[in-house]
């Protein structure tokens, strides 16, 4: 038995009524959500370590400008301020199997 799509273009309900799809996340935000989660992750491991090992010096943080209106720009920022977190949580990882394995 084939169940009836719950969404327009897709077919009717089975009492023969319509509804309209979900909205879709845009792309952009998509995104950005994506990155976001990724550096909270590295954040998480980040102290994580530091609370295992003890803390170390951090290296000074790029200053953040203003944030960019051209939907583009923000995203590369955002995916390169993404990047160093997760570069910085695979520095934390690599001194706490270093310290494990001592």
């Known amino acids: 038995m084939a169940m009836a799509s719950n969404y327009i273009g897709g077919g009717s309900l089975a009492d023969g009524s319509q509804t309209l799809a979900p909205p879709q996340q845009p792309a952009i935000s998509a995104a950005h959500g994506a990155l976001n989660e990724a550096k909270d992750l590295a954040y998480r491991i980040s102290a994580l370590v530091d609370r295992a090992c003890g803390s170390?010096?951090?290296?000074?943080?790029?200053?953040?400008?203003?944030?960019?209106?051209?939907?583009?720009?923000?995203?590369?920022d955002n995916a390169e301020s993404t990047l160093d977190a997760l570069r910085q949580a695979s520095n934390q990882i690599a001194r706490l199997e270093r310290e494990l394995s001592t």
Do not use: H, V
């Open 56 to 76: 170390t010096p951090q290296l000074a943080q790029k200053a953040r400008g203003e944030a960019s209106s051209d939907l583009f720009n923000g995203l590369r």
